[in-house]
């Protein structure tokens, strides 16, 4: 466990510095994290407008999923409460960002449920989205919000519940 920890603090510090001495790709991370909640949130609800249009049953079961997991994310990071790298290891968010719980990351396990619930759907729309996923989950760590633990937790939490809920039941 103590080679876990020590290998998620220098890798969050490795790609953290990487991003501050890259100007550009420093803008490209702050762009990503500052829109990506904003566009999975309105991806989630365009699909779930569509479906209630259509008059597609799968929207109960699409809503029931998404915000089941998420609501389980957010319980499971209040009990674990980890810290997160930039309470830790004196650096300086890219973002501004209150210091609330790390593991597991909410945007990585809420982008992953959204791709599994489109997957769910169709899915060629929901391998891209998990593309968009996966940039979202490690922005978060090039910026110093998460660990990659962090973030492999969030994306195991919404594969793994979006896979058995969607495609187990």
Known sequence: MKN?????????LELYNFTLRHKFFHLVIK???????????LLFIVEAAILVLCGDFR??????????VIFFNMFLRKVINRKRPFDVLGIKS?????????????????????AVAFMYLDFNMGFWILFMAL????????????????????????AFLGCLLFFMT
């Open 4 to 12: 876990i920890k020590y290998i998620d603090k220098k890798i969050v």
């Open 31 to 41: 762009f990503i994290i500052n829109i990506s909640s904003y566009v999975f949130f």
């Open 59 to 68: 929207v109960f079961k699409f809503a029931s999923v998404v915000i089941g």
């Open 94 to 114: 890219l973002v501004e960002h209150k210091s609330l719980g790390s593991f597991p990351s909410n945007h990585s396990a809420s982008s992953m449920i959204i």
């Open 135 to 158: 940039i979202t989950g490690i922005s978060r760590v090039f910026a110093g919000l998460h660990y990659v633990s962090d973030v492999v937790g969030g994306f195991f939490v919404g």
